[in-house]
């Protein structure tokens, strides 16, 4: 079910142009675009057509306000049409500014309050594991100032120490945490068992080995570092 058909970045960010319609998008947004089309293309198993198989693997984005970038990616790859871009936002858009999975195919969870997604990771990883669903594999891609927030602590220990070897978080670490942590931000994963990679949030290579890169044991964390200030 792996999307393999490579993103084209212009046509990504001319799709990003329809989704900003004269608006400035921040690093907020542009940080997201190399690690979406690398999940997208070479990582995710799951298509517009299995968006609904018990067995996809599932994508949560858990920095909703950078939905932007998540909206053209899906119209890159099908997901949805890509007029539904023009006016995102508006009263009468299925796109608002945070995602909502009851409109929007291929979105899994409705964001928005920052240290969400994370949680609900572990759930929907748990919930995999008990049905016996050895082969999905969850992926949460959350900010690192979302780790300023107490709840994905108690979601990182969890997993942890329940071994949810089914369980990969993306960190995006523009350097916006109020207080950082010595050795980086892997090191508070690392800390409660999870295995570790960081890496250059924009090279493609270096994302895809450190996506791929679990051990099917244990919880994975991949750090993408992102500071040029896009």
């Known amino acids: 079910m792996t999307t393999t058909t490579a993103t084209d970045p212009a046509v990504l960010e001319a799709l990003l142009d329809r989704v900003r319609a004269g608006r400035e998008f921040g690093a907020n947004v542009h940080s997201t675009l190399d690690v979406l089309q690398v999940l997208y293309d070479r990582v995710l198993r799951i298509t517009p057509a299995s968006v609904d198989d018990p067995d996809r693997d599932r994508f949560l984005l858990s920095k909703g306000h950078a939905v932007a970038g998540y909206y053209a990616l899906l119209a890159a790859k099908g997901f949805i049409p890509v007029t539904w871009l023009d006016g995102q936002g508006g009263p009468e858009s299925r796109l608002g500014d945070h995602p909502d999975r009851t409109l929007v195919p291929g979105v899994e969870i409705g964001s928005g309050s920052l240290g969400h997604g994370l949680g609900l990771g572990v759930g929907t990883a748990l919930g995999l594991r008990a ?77 895809h080995l450190a996506l791929t890169g679990h051990d099917h044991h244990r919880p994975h964390v991949v750090v993408a570092v992102v500071t040029d200030g896009e």
Not at 145 to 162: K, M, V
Not at 167 to 196: C, E, K, Q
């Open 131 to 207: 049905q016996g669903r050895t082969d999905p594999r969850v992926y949460v891609l959350l900010g690192d100032a979302e780790l300023d927030e107490g709840s994905n602590h108690e979601a990182i220990a969890y997993a942890g120490a329940t071994e949810l070897g089914n369980l990969t978080a993306i960190v995006l670490d523009n350097r916006s945490a109020s207080h950082g942590w010595p050795g980086g931000a892997a090191s508070r994963f690392t800390v409660n068992g999870w295995t570790a990679a960081t890496v250059d949030g924009r090279d493609h290579t270096a994302l």
